[in-house]
């Protein structure tokens, strides 16, 4: 029986695998290759695409959820200056009846009402220093909230 030549078959294939590398320029071959690169690309380029607008949309959200957020931060200062200013207004009428209060030479003269910081004027407001010196003995300390000084 016959064996096989080895030296032949390792040529063979060596042959042959030398002509497989050679396939590739084959132009048919060549076209595929390229439509398979150019396909890939386009994948990744829609891919590219999708994600762009992801993230379009998100920043748009962004914007507007800042955009809410200054809002209320212009309301909450416009309110705060609001407060503000009506705690400088009501500390200032305090202050000024506080004045007007300690200027008084007459006892029966009319007591300017001070308010309370709110800007309400207290219940049971004295009338005048003679009304005040006939309260309780709380009236030395509320006469001197109400800028006047008791002999």
Do not use: C, W
């Amino acid at each position: 029986m016959a064996q096989p030549n080895y030296t032949n078959v390792s040529q063979a294939l060596s042959t042959l695998s030398h002509e497989v590398t050679l396939a590739s320029n084959i132009p048919n071959l060549v076209i595929a290759n390229q439509l398979t690169t150019i396909q890939n690309s386009l994948a990744n380029l829609s891919n590219t695409v999708a994600n762009l607008s992801n993230t379009v949309t998100n920043l748009s959200s962004t914007v507007t959820n800042l955009s809410s957020t200054v809002t209320n931060l212009t309301n909450n200062v416009n309110d705060l200056t609001i407060t503000i200013q009506t705690t400088a207004q009501n500390s200032d009428r305090r202050n000024l009846a506080r004045i007007f209060n300690s200027r008084l030479s007459d006892p029966d003269l009319q007591l300017e009402i001070v308010p309370d910081m709110s800007g309400n004027d207290p219940p049971n407001y004295p009338q005048s220093i003679t009304r005040l010196r006939e309260m309780s003995a709380r009236r030395k300390r509320f006469a001197k909230y109400l800028g006047i000084q008791l002999l």
